[in-house]
């Protein structure tokens, strides 16, 4: 148990812990009113509970981020957070490797934020810094620093969608171009080009077009239904959706629902069944195919077609702007794609918004001229 005892008009609280050879460590510290050092006695009671033992010497931060993740967040988490937690801590064994946490300063820290801007999108990035600030705010509380090297850093300007948006998409004749060129292709024999157009059609992402089941399609109100993704690499399984917003309902063209009934029928004419009663298989293999499968005939597509080269993301993209184009009400779009907050949507494709204002700003005039 901790020892409180009082030393003139403050109060000192003194943890012994022991760790697993034995070995005695012993941390104080000293507070205003009793009412503090009983608060933060019971605080380093409950870590002992969870196994925690103050290192003998500094610690690192990719250590003190691992002892603290393991303690404090992976307990009462979900999967979908976890894997967040996970990927921050793979950024700081690449970036910070053995570099204790006492010598980071807050120039090596922004250096550390401005390497991930350039590389992962802004939602990423500010994800990372929020799981970083919090371990060196506890950190501090835990008295393994004395200062906070976050405070009064920032996310920069990324490479995210809002730039990749600008170029990763097709305009309306690319797209009309696209979709006649893979329609004849679609079929058993060529699940990729079906992928494809399940996308350029929805607006999903390629884990929650590969996620697609039998049951998530409505033949008589012609919808797709997007509550789970698959995961391709590594174990093949279903997961959680990126946000609770990604869960939805969207509405599909009859041709599309054709398509996918047609693949059904010659599936179960192939006897081709699975566990998981998953949409996308074909006959020339018996899983899913890979986001670099269906790359490759994107490439294919626009070396034939002469066409702007794009990626599988870019198809979401394509969706997107293709509605705005056509007038749809972007809140409308922004459900559609699964986004929390329209105010994503109107950021992602401000390009485009902005290039419609200005068409509007000229209408707006000629109307004006006619009083």
Same mark, same amino acid.
């Given at each position: 148990m901790a020892s409180i005892s009082k030393r003139g008009s403050s109060w000192t609280v003194r943890i012994t812990y022991y760790d697993q050879d034995g070995k005695r460590y012993q941390k104080s510290a000293t507070f205003k009113t009793k009412l503090e050092a009983q608060h933060f006695a019971a605080q380093n009671e409950l870590k002992k509970k969870h196994g925690y033992t103050p290192s003998a010497s500094p610690t690192s931060f990719v250590q003190y981020f691992t002892d603290w993740y393991t303690v404090y !967040?992976?307990?009462?988490?979900?999967?979908?957070? !976890?894997?967040?937690?996970?990927?921050?801590?793979?950024?700081?064994?690449?970036?910070?490797?053995?570099?204790? *946490?006492?010598? *980071?300063? /807050? =120039?090596?820290?922004? +250096?550390? #934020?401005?390497?991930?801007?350039?590389?992962? =999108?802004?939602?990423?990035?500010? !994800? #990372?810094?929020?799981?970083?600030?919090?371990?060196?705010? +506890?950190?501090? @509380? +835990? @008295?393994?620093?004395?200062?906070n090297f976050t405070i009064r850093t920032s996310v920069p300007r990324c490479t995210d969608a809002e730039s990749e948006a600008t170029t990763n998409y097709l305009n309306v004749a690319d797209t009309i171009k696209l979709k006649d060129y893979l329609e004849p292709k679609a079929s058993i024999h060529n699940i990729s080009a079906l992928m494809i157009l399940a996308s350029l059609f929805s607006g999903a992402r390629y884990s929650a077009i590969a996620g697609l089941t039998w049951n998530d399609i409505d033949y008589q109100d012609c919808t797709l /239904?997007?509550? !789970? =993704?698959?995961?391709?690499k590594g174990v093949h399984k279903f997961s959680p959706t990126k946000t609770k917003a990604a869960n939805r309902v969207v509405a599909v063209p009859k041709s599309l629902i054709r398509l996918l009934t047609n693949l059904h029928q010659d599936q179960l004419a192939a006897n081709l069944t699975n566990e998981y009663q998953l949409v996308f298989l074909g006959l020339q293999s018996s899983s899913i195919p890979t986001g670099t499968a269906v790359n490759r005939l994107l490439s294919k597509s626009h070396e034939q077609l002469g066409i702007r080269k794009i990626t599988f993301h870019g198809l979401r993209h394509t969706h997107a702007s293709y509605l705005i184009y056509k007038r749809i009400s972007i809140y409308v779009i922004a459900k559609r794609l699964g986004h929390s907050d329209v105010g994503i949507t109107q950021r992602v494709y401000t390009h485009i918004i902005s290039e419609l204002h200005q068409e509007q700003t000229s209408l707006i005039i000629n109307v004006l001229e006619e009083l």
């Open positions: !967040k992976a307990p009462k988490v979900a999967d979908a957070t !976890k894997r967040n937690y996970v990927f921050t801590l793979d950024q700081l064994k690449k970036w910070f490797k053995k570099t204790r *946490i006492d010598k *980071i300063s /807050r =120039a090596m820290y922004q +250096d550390f #934020i401005n390497y991930l801007a350039k590389n992962y =999108a802004r939602e990423t990035v500010a !994800k #990372i810094a929020g799981h970083c600030r919090a371990c060196v705010i +506890d950190a501090i @509380e +835990d @008295e393994i620093l004395t200062r /239904r997007f509550n !789970k =993704a698959w995961q391709s």
